[in-house]
C-alpha cells in the first residue's frame, strides 16, 4: 500500500479508530499487526525477513547485557542482516559483474543465474536493527526485554518502508510508555499530512512525466534542446517532493499516533555545501552513516589523508546502500569527491566569506546557486539507467531549443513554487512548523489552494514512492 492510495487511507482510517479507544499495551498490539499487515500487503513471503531481523537482534540485544558483552553475538547480528541485505539485494549485481569479469578474461561463465527480487524497504529496517544491537554493545544502550515492544520498534509502520531510520535510544522509549496525543500534535500532523500529499501527488507526480521523458527508454522521439535542461531539473524537484512528501506524511501519521519521529528531510536544496547537504538530505542516513561507519573507520583522526579516505568510502557504501547499480556507486563516488575538495578549499572559502552583512548574505546565496548547480548533476548520476546514456544525454542540449519544455516550465510555477516558498519561510525562521504560526487567514489561504491542488491537479498515475526500491 502506498501512502497516496485510497487503500492506504482506509487502512489508516480503520486502525486509527480503534488505537485511540485502547489501552497501551493493546495499542502496541494493534500497531505490530498492522505494521506485519502493511508490509504483507507487498508480499507477504518478505515478511519473514523482517521477523528474523526481529527475532535474532532481539535475542542477540539479551545475551550482550551485563558486564561482559561477547562480541560474537555481535557478528551473529550483523552477519544476519546483512547477509539478508547482500542477498536480496546486490546478489544480482555482484553476480552479474562477476559474470561480465570473467568473460572479460576469455573464461566461460554460464549467466543462468536466479534473480531475485529485493524486498522493499530491506535497507531500512535492517540498519534500524542493526543500530540497536551495536549500541547495545557499545554500552549506549540497556536492552529491551519486552519482544513486542522490540518487534514494533522494527516494523513501526509510518516509517517501515522508506525511513527514517530511527534509533532505539529515541523511538523504544515512546513505545514502552503510554502515549498522549495533545491538540497540538493532531494539528501539527494534520498540515505536515496535507504538505506532504501535495508535495507527492501534485508535485513529484506531475513531475514524474517529465523526468520520465528524458531518463527512460521509450519509442518516441528522444528530449533535445531545452527540454533537457528541464527534465533534469523535473527529476531534481520530483524526488525532492517524493521524499519530503513521504517524509513529511510518515511524521504526520506518527503524530497523530502520539510518536515523534526525526526529521529526516530540512529544505536541503538550501545547502550551500556538500557538508551541509547531507545534514539536510536523508539526515538519518547520514547519521548512520556518521556513527557506525566513519567514525570506527577512524573519521577526522589519523591525519587528512586518512580522513578523506574515510569521507570515500563512506560515501562510496552510501551510494551502493541506494542500490545495486554503478551509476548509484558513481553517485556515491560523487558526493564522496564533494565532500573531500570541500574539506580541503574549507580555509581558502572562510577568507572569500565577507565580513558585511550584505556581503555575507550574497555570499551565501552564490554557494547556494553553485551547490544546487552540482547537486543537479548528481541527479543525473542517481536516475540514469546506464552511465553510458550521460554523453549522449548532455549532446541532445545542443539540438536546436524548441522550447517544447514550456509545460513542464509551468508546471513548476504553479506546483513547485508554493512549496519553495513555504520551505524559504521555514528557513527565515529556522522553524519547520512556520506555517502554523502565521495569520490565520492567510494560513486557511495556504491550507486551501493546497487542498484543492490536492483534489483537481494531482497526477493520475499512482507512481510509486523513489525510495521504496531502497
Request: proline share 4%.
Amino acid at each position: 500500500m502506498f501512502f497516496n492510495s485510497f487503500e492506504f487511507i482506509w487502512f489508516f482510517v480503520l486502525v486509527y479508530g480503534v488505537y485511540v479507544i485502547l489501552t497501551h499495551r493493546a495499542q502496541n498490539v494493534l500497531l505490530l499487526a498492522a505494521s506485519y499487515f502493511f508490509y504483507a500487503c507487498w508480499d507477504v513471503r518478505f515478511l519473514s525477513l523482517i521477523i528474523l531481523s526481529t527475532v535474532v537482534d532481539y535475542f542477540c540485544g539479551l545475551k550482550m547485557d551485563g558486564e561482559e558483552k561477547p562480541r560474537r553475538y555481535l557478528w551473529i547480528s550483523i552477519l544476519v542482516n546483512l547477509g539478508a541485505l547482500a542477498t536480496f539485494k546486490y546478489f544480482n549485481f555482484f553476480a552479474d559483474n562477476l559474470i561480465l569479469m570473467l568473460q572479460a578474461m576469455g573464461f566461460h561463465a554460464d549467466p543462468k543465474l536466479i534473480h531475485l527480487m529485493a524486498p522493499v524497504g530491506i535497507s531500512f529496517y535492517t540498519f534500524q536493527t542493526m543500530s540497536y544491537t551495536i549500541d547495545v554493545y557499545r554500552g549506549n544502550l540497556k536492552p529491551t526485554r519486552n519482544f513486542l515492544n522490540f518487534a514494533l520498534f522494527v516494523a513501526y509502520f509510518p516509517q517501515l518502508v522508506a525511513g527514517p531510520i530511527e534509533r532505539a535510544r529515541r523511538l523504544l522509549p515512546q513505545i514502552e510508555k503510554p502515549r498522549i496525543i495533545t491538540y497540538q500534535m493532531f494539528r501539527e500532523g494534520a498540515w505536515l499530512i496535507l504538505l506532504g500529499f501535495f508535495m507527492k501527488t501534485v508535485m513529484a507526480d506531475n513531475l514524474a512525466i517529465f523526468a520520465s521523458e528524458l531518463f527512460d527508454e521509450s519509442e518516441g522521439p528522444r528530449p533535445n534542446g531545452m527540454q533537457v535542461p528541464m527534465g533534469i531539473l523535473a527529476y531534481a524537484f520530483q524526488i525532492y517532493g517524493d521524499f519530503g512528501g513521504y517524509s513529511n506524511i510518515a511524521r504526520g501519521l506518527s503524530k497523530w499516533m502520539g510518536i515523534e519521529i526525526i526529521v529526516n528531510f530540512r529544505m536541503p536544496y538550501f545547502s550551500c555545501n556538500p557538508a551541509e547537504f547531507w545534514r539536510r538530505w536523508h539526515i538519518s542516513l547520514s547519521t548512520w552513516l556518521r556513527d557506525y561507519l566513519y567514525i570506527p573507520l577512524g573519521g577526522n583522526r589519523g591525519g587528512t589523508g586518512k580522513m578523506l579516505r574515510n569521507l570515500m568510502l563512506t560515501m562510496l557504501l552510501g551510494g551502493l546502500w541506494h542500490g545495486a547499480a554503478w551509476h548509484f556507486v558513481a553517485w556515491g563516488a560523487y558526493h564522496g569527491l564533494l565532500l573531500v575538495v570541500h574539506r580541503l578549499c574549507s580555509p581558502v572559502l572562510q577568507l572569500l566569506n565577507p565580513k558585511t552583512r550584505i556581503g555575507a548574505t550574497i555570499w551565501k546565496l552564490l554557494c547556494m546557486g553553485g551547490f544546487f548547480s552540482l547537486t543537479l548533476f548528481g541527479w543525473v548520476l542517481f536516475r540514469v539507467s546506464s552511465l553510458g546514456d550521460i554523453p549522449l544525454m548532455f549532446s541532445r542540449i545542443f539540438d536546436p531549443w524548441d522550447w517544447n519544455a514550456r509545460v513542464c516550465i509551468l508546471t513548476m510555477l504553479f506546483f513547485v513554487s508554493p512549496v519553495v516558498l513555504i520551505d524559504v519561510l521555514q528557513e527565515w525562521r529556522k522553524d519547520m512548523m512556520a506555517v502554523k504560526r502565521l495569520w490565520k487567514p492567510v494560513r486557511l489561504a495556504i491550507y486551501l489552494y493546497l487542498f484543492i491542488c490536492i483534489v483537481m491537479c494531482s497526477s493520475r498515475e499512482n507512481y510509486a514512492f523513489v525510495y521504496f526500491q531502497f
